[in-house]
């Protein structure tokens, strides 16, 4: 029983994308524009200088903080986190009415 639950936690944790905030790449811009080094802007922000400079090359691009044209590669998930925790739910119902 509590190996599945770690197992629906990992599960969870796996398909859950992680990405900064459309406000935190904002302020990567506006460090850009108020003359800030790539470096200098990494380091207030607590973030990468790779992802900064990546940040700053979209918007040089496309003049937004968000790449237009990318889109998700590979095959399509089959759970999300919400059909992983109606998953958990059923399996807990199973469990307890069994007992």
Known sequence: MIYLLCLIKYLAKLFKMRSLSNDLKWRVIYYQLDG?????????????????????????KWGCIIHPFKGYQGRRRIFNANDLNVLLIIYLIIINTFK
């Open 36 to 60: 800030f080094s790539a470096k200098e802007t990494a380091s207030r922000l607590y973030i990468s200088l790779t992802t900064v400079n990546k940040i700053r090359k979209i918007y040089r």
